[in-house]
């Protein structure tokens, strides 16, 4: 009979609803998602704010004054070249505080662990045996009570860590989405000045090629010279990813076009206009270069950030899972895509910085 | 920061630019124009990333408080079980009596 009523208040603790195992590895599987991809995020991020800090630093100082290869004054600190940015460091901090937050709701839903506190308990009614008669049923019956009462606890302590961890998880990772794109901002903004920059010193050196052009009468008859229409498509095919510039859209294609009153056309001059046309497509690349890294970081950080929101999202389904398992199969695959996706662009982004 | 503002910031920023590019993308503009132009842009660019520094800052400050508070419900979190915990140790203590006990027997026979 005492048997009979441990397992129905077994069963009765055991309708009180079950640990969501299938919402709480969806969330755990997301999180180490992001997670692994947060190291190649974290490099990119250090780098941004190193090359922001720089440039700042490069405003502040006036640039009369001499070149400073060591400091002038002793530091106040010992530098450490291999110190890690405090920015950089609580974003690390906070994925590891919700791994180990994650562990403690994984081992809080672990099955066996119940069960081990239920053969405890059995072991000890077992061992009490050997000087109190009691029955050999018994100590199982107990034992398997012990193991619902450890369940139901698991149950409790696993609602109340979800429902005061959560939120906190929810705004750390609301936190690093928001860097990502701040760090982006960062990116843009460095790129629109490089871009600008080097695409104001291309107009600067197309205009300095028309000049020399301009100072010079076509070559008589047949010449060993590159023929202007030449010159002319090659400039306009360098030039054309810089067509839409503002600016740059109204006046391209730049016209070549000889002065019939100017200097005879010489090797000499040959040789400065091949020299500003390779000056002029090199600076092209570069310009290229910037886009073309800048729109691979896009893409990274944009599949980053989905990662991210992935992982809210599954904690969402977490906190409100009931009976219902969430269909897990979508989101792995989603996961699959967006960690493919970072891994392309971060080559995409080193591979531009080396051409930059 | 709101939403708005972060859209009238992007917009002014825009609005700047362009007016730097059409005098730095220029062919007749004069070359001290050109460089106070890029004085400007450099200067543009400087301020933005210094406030994208700052809001990171701030962000870091909030995110070593949350670390902390998550860090609070992990160590709130009871794993273990302090049942398990007190059966190992009286189930010992039972062996260690039931060893002393048969001794204690076999001395008194």
Do not use: W
Request: aromatic share 6%; glycine share 4%; charged share 25%.
């Amino acid at each position: 009979m005492t048997r009979l009523y441990l397992v129905l208040l077994a069963l009765l603790l055991a309708g009180c609803g079950e640990i969501p195992k299938d919402a709480l590895t969806g969330y755990t599987e997301s999180f180490r998602a992001a997670h692994d991809a947060s190291d190649a995020f974290l490099v990119q991020f250090g780098q941004t704010k190193q090359e922001a800090e720089s440039f700042i630093q490069a405003r502040e100082e006036p640039s009369n004054l001499p070149f400073k290869p060591y400091p002038d004054v002793l530091p106040a600190h010992v530098p450490n070249g291999d110190a890690i940015d405090p920015d950089v460091e609580a974003m690390r901090l906070g994925f590891e505080v919700i791994s180990r937050y994650n562990a403690a709701l994984v081992a809080l839903a672990d099955d066996k662990a119940p069960e081990a506190v239920g053969a405890s308990v059995s072991g000890l009614i077992a061992a009490l045996g050997d000087f109190v008669p009691v029955a050999g049923t018994v100590a199982g019956a107990v034992g398997s009570f012990a193991t619902e009462l450890e369940r139901a606890r698991r149950r409790g302590e696993f609602r109340q860590a979800l429902d005061s961890g959560a939120p906190t998880v929810r705004e750390i990772l609301t936190l690093i989405a928001a860097n990502v794109e701040t760090d982006y901002d960062s990116n843009v903004k460095l790129a629109d000045n490089a871009r600008t920059l080097i695409a104001s010193e291309i107009v600067d050196r197309v205009t300095e090629l028309q000049g020399v052009f301009s100072t010079c009468a076509a070559p008589a008859g047949a010449s060993t010279f590159t023929a202007l229409d030449d010159r002319q498509a090659a400039l306009d095919g360098v030039l054309e990813p810089l067509s839409k510039e503002l600016g740059i859209a109204t006046a391209y294609p730049y016209p070549l076009a000889f002065n019939p009153a100017g200097t005879p056309y010489t090797a000499e001059s040959e040789a400065v206009i091949t020299a500003l046309a390779l000056k002029i497509a090199e600076m092209v690349v570069q310009y290229e270069a910037i886009i073309a890294r800048v729109n691979a970081l896009a893409r990274s950080s944009a599949a980053y950030r989905q990662m991210l929101n992935v992982t809210q999202r599954s904690l969402t389904a977490l906190e409100q899972a009931d009976d219902a398992p969430p269909d897990l199969t979508q989101q792995a695959a989603e996961l699959l895509r967006l960690a493919f996706l970072i891994k392309t662009h971060v080559e995409e982004i080193r591979a531009a910085r080396v051409g930059a | 920061m709101t939403e708005t503002t972060t859209k009238a910031i992007k917009k002014s920023y825009d609005e700047a630019l362009a007016e730097l590019q059409g005098i730095l993308f220029s062919q007749t503009a004069a070359k001290a124009e050109k460089t106070v132009a890029k004085a400007a842009l450099n200067d543009l660019t400087a301020t933005m990333l210094a406030q994208n520094l700052r809001t990171v800052e701030g962000r870091t400050a909030l995110l070593s408080a949350l670390i902390v508070e998550l860090q609070q419900t992990i160590d709130s979190i009871k794993v273990d079980s302090k049942i398990a915990a007190v059966a190992d140790k009286l189930t010992g203590l039972v062996a260690k009596a039931k060893d002393l006990f048969t001794k204690e027997k076999k001395d008194l026979v």
